[in-house]
């Protein structure tokens, strides 16, 4: 994918903020679109500033959702899991029918894609660096993580080939013939990082809190358990192992929250997405589309996940303002543990 051709990033946050801004800087032609009508308007007036772990001022096209073209060749959706379907309101009439769609989300946006355009215009991605939107025009990128892109059906094909080397110019990337059993080991990862965010603690400190460990772990058991009825085995996410939480392999468990506490000794931030929606912004998370897609997929199998029932609910109790953020939410979650 060369230098001439163009891409557009539809939502230019955290992660299509950056993305973005990188690839214009590597010489490629980049559309950004985003409802957030004052961060476009910034972005079109004095360009898109990307601070933290790189300090960079790219300059591309920016446009509201409704000024994209038709004829869409390659678009990066990092848009939030709950706003998938707008979004694919617009880009589906315009995607072009050899486009494709690539997913830079959390959660299972991915399907959601796929059934609106096809799996043959759907690409898959999983990718741990983050960051948060600070301002209109500027993005804040917190340090670096894995990316991993792959086909639906398994295939390393040209067009993989091609996005690694594209998405390359923002990140380290790599092809993956088992794009699935990363999406859900995201998940599961995820799963844990809300219940941090509940607790209104550094990741950290959530990790070493001794009596609710046990919680912890069964939470992400749970959602390495909904991919294994699916066929799907967890992939590692930088050292850690979801699926040695639905086994209980203590060895794997102990060095996965090991490899946690060194991803986040080399971030910027110490608390996640999730957390700053809840504690600073006060808006409704991705919970719904990213947990509570897993539990749908739960139940068609009939599968029970109590503690990450729970979780949803603790959350939407927090977003209704009806539930504080503290230590007493993992209380609520460990006492799910200790009953018969």
């Known amino acids: 994918m060369t230098a001439g051709r163009e891409v557009t990033v ?27 009508q004052q961060h476009i308007a910034a972005i079109a007036r004095r ?21 994209l073209p038709y004829g869409l060749k390659t678009v990066l959706l990092a848009v939030k899991a709950s706003d998938t379907e707008a979004a694919l309101d617009v880009i589906a009439p315009r995607l072009a029918p050899d486009g494709c769609v690539v997913s830079l989300q959390n959660g299972l946006g991915v399907y959601t894609i796929a059934a609106r355009v096809g799996d043959e215009r759907t690409v898959g991605a999983f990718l741990t660096f983050g960051g948060h939107y600070v301002s209109p025009g500027e993005v804040l990128y917190g340090g670096a993580g894995s990316l991993r892109i792959g086909e639906l059906d398994g295939s390393i094909t040209e067009r993989v080939r091609e996005l690694v080397s ?3 110019n923002a990140h380290p990337a790599e092809a993956t013939a088992n794009i699935h059993a990363f999406i859900w080991a995201k998940v599961a990862l995820g799963a844990f990082y809300f219940a941090t965010a509940l607790a209104d603690a550094d990741v950290p400190e959530v990790i ?6 046990q919680a912890l772990q069964r939470l992400v058991g749970e959602v390495a358990s909904i991919a294994y009825t699916q066929g799907i ?3 590692s996410v930088d050292g850690f192992f979801p699926d040695a939480f639905r086994t209980g392999d203590q060895q794997r468990i102990d060095s996965s929250w090991r490899a946690q506490l060194e991803y986040w000794g080399a971030q910027m931030e110490k608390r996640t ?3 700053r929606d809840l ?4 808006r409704p998370t991705e919970v719904g589309g990213i947990l509570g897609l897993a539990v749908e997929r739960a139940r068609a199998r009939q599968l029970s996940v109590p503690l990450l029932t729970r979780t949803i609910e603790l959350v939407r109790e927090v977003e209704a303002g009806t539930r504080p953020l503290g230590w007493g939410n993992l209380d609520d979650l460990a006492r799910l543990v200790e009953s018969p």
């Open 233 to 235: 085995e967890c992939e």
């Open 273 to 275: 997405g999730i957390w």
């Open 10 to 36: 539809v939502g230019a946050g955290a992660i299509g903020g950056f993305v973005a801004a990188c690839l214009c800087a590597a010489g490629i032609r980049a559309t950004v679109s985003d409802s957030n």
């Open 208 to 213: 070493g809190s001794a009596p609710h460990r």
């Open 47 to 67: 360009g898109l500033r990307v601070t933290g772990a790189l300090d960079l001022l790219a300059h591309p096209y920016a446009t509201e959702p409704e000024g």
């Open 279 to 282: 504690a600073e912004r006060h």
């Open 166 to 168: 594209l998405l390359s």
